[in-house]
């Protein structure tokens, strides 16, 4: 950029770049960032811009405004907080390399989150099935040690000694013991049925 020969005056500066097409104004921030501005690492994401004077903090304010980018200001800064908001500055100076590792952040952390997210979901699931299991079992002994294992239908009684040999199976699990002839679901009612005809006599 020419315009401006061995002048430091702000004046002069503020003038300048107001004439200055958009591109221009980009490389006049881009500056301004590597005389005074601050990125931190993650995962607080904060940049922000530093200024000796006021006046100095408000044109460059005024700069960030027309490239739509949300921002707040204190007595002699500006803040920029939240990865988009970060990655957009970024990337209108141009400063490809630290853009794309935000984006390789962002999705390392997404997958981080998702993994954590299933999980959980996972062990609630789990902890779920073996309070289950647990209760079927405790009935089931009980139904067992008063004989009356030998006097039921013969597909329940056939579940029941199937819940008994794999105490803490999923069902999924058990259906394939049967090899094909319960499926999940039938293992499922069976259990139930069990549980609501002999729950009441253990």
Not at 77 to 95: P, T
Not at 137 to 160: Q, S, T
Request: hydrophobic share 35%.
């Amino acid at each position: 950029m020419t315009g401006i020969k061995n002048s430091y005056n702000f004046d002069d500066i503020k003038q300048w770049v107001k004439r200055r097409t958009l591109e221009e104004k980009k490389s006049f921030l881009r500056g301004v960032f590597l005389g005074c501005g601050i990125l931190s690492n993650p995962p607080n994401y904060h940049l922000e811009f530093r200024f000796e004077k006021k006046p100095e903090q408000q044109f460059v304010s005024s700069i960030i405004r027309e490239f739509d980018i949300k921002y707040s200001t204190g007595d002699s800064h500006i803040y920029v907080k939240g990865r988009e908001n970060i990655k957009a500055v970024l990337h209108l100076m141009g400063s490809v390399e630290v853009y794309l590792t935000l984006e390789e952040d962002a999705v390392i952390k997404e997958m981080t989150n998702t993994a954590n997210r299933e999980a959980n979901f996972e062990f609630a699931n789990l902890k779920r099935q073996t309070a289950s299991a647990t209760e079927q079992l405790k009935i089931l002994e009980k139904i067992k040690a008063n004989g009356l294992l030998e006097k039921m239908r013969e597909d329940l009684r056939e579940v029941a000694e199937l819940r008994l040999s794999y105490p803490y199976l999923s069902l999924n699990a058990l259906s394939e013991k049967t090899k094909g002839k319960y499926s999940k679901q039938s293992i499922y009612y069976r259990l139930k049925k069990i549980m609501r005809l002999y729950g009441e006599q253990e």
